[in-house]
């Protein structure tokens, strides 16, 4: 696609319940990276992926986070037993051959734990 | 070593004045500094970015200075307009995947 996509822009969700968020990165982008942004505060690296090495989870704030990625396109970010803590915005970005300079991101998925 | 710090957190700048960020680090293999802009709602997009072998970079009304002796860089926005109004983030990275980002910069523009 023309751009980084991702769905859905928006989730309101119950304390305790498990969510799923997508990205679709930019066709022929190799890398593809996950960040979470709090309500004005910067971004916080959560996990890479490039081609078909072993991810990078190194971001990840607990085991109730998980990524999965297939081949070079979608992935998904999975929140498990959702705390209010979580709440935040979901921003995925590609880059192609996980070259720093070649950066896209998606607008995001605003993520609201109630 | 890892970190890229970026003053001011926020700023408030008369329309048609220059808006001035910051960022420094530490790690001397940092070899690309981009600057990024987001506006509410969307994700942040690439605005300009150098590399350690200039001093400057221009494009249009947005500079980079970069000071490698100091290991800092700048962004400077030249007659700014309330358009510019958003938030900016520094960031460094070595050749590899990883981007280190500063922790942004909202910069309000008064008509």
């Known amino acids: 696609g023309a751009g980084v996509s991702q769905s859905p822009s928006n989730k309101v969700t119950e304390k305790g319940k498990d969510v799923e968020l997508r990205c679709d990165p930019i066709s022929g982008h190799t890398a593809l990276y996950w960040y979470r942004q709090r309500l004005g505060q910067g971004l916080e690296f959560l996990i890479y992926f490039q081609g078909n090495s072993a991810p990078d989870k190194s971001g990840l704030p607990s085991d109730r986070f998980s990524a999965e990625r297939t081949g070079e396109s979608v992935s998904t970010l999975t929140i498990q037993r959702t705390q209010q803590e979580d709440s935040a915005v979901y921003l995925c970005?590609?880059?192609?051959?996980?070259?720093?300079?070649?950066?896209?991101f998606g607008s995001g998925t605003r993520l609201t734990v109630v | 070593q890892q970190q890229v710090k970026q003053s001011p957190q926020s700023l408030i700048v008369q329309k048609g004045g220059i808006s001035i960020i910051n960022c420094a680090y530490e790690?001397?293999?940092?070899?690309?500094f981009p600057w990024y802009q987001q506006f509410p709602g969307k994700g942040p997009a690439l605005l300009i970015a150098?590399?350690?072998d200039v001093s400057e970079k221009k494009e249009g009304r947005f500079t980079i200075s970069f000071n490698k002796s100091a290991k800092q860089f700048s962004l400077h926005i030249m007659d700014s307009q309330p358009g510019d109004s958003a938030t900016y983030f520094c960031a460094a990275s070595t050749s590899n995947y990883q981007l280190i980002w500063g922790a942004g910069t909202k910069l309000i523009i008064k008509p």
């Open positions: 790690n001397t293999a940092f070899d690309y």
């Open positions: 970005a590609s880059s192609p051959q996980g070259q720093a300079y070649g950066y896209t």
């Open positions: 150098i590399r350690p």
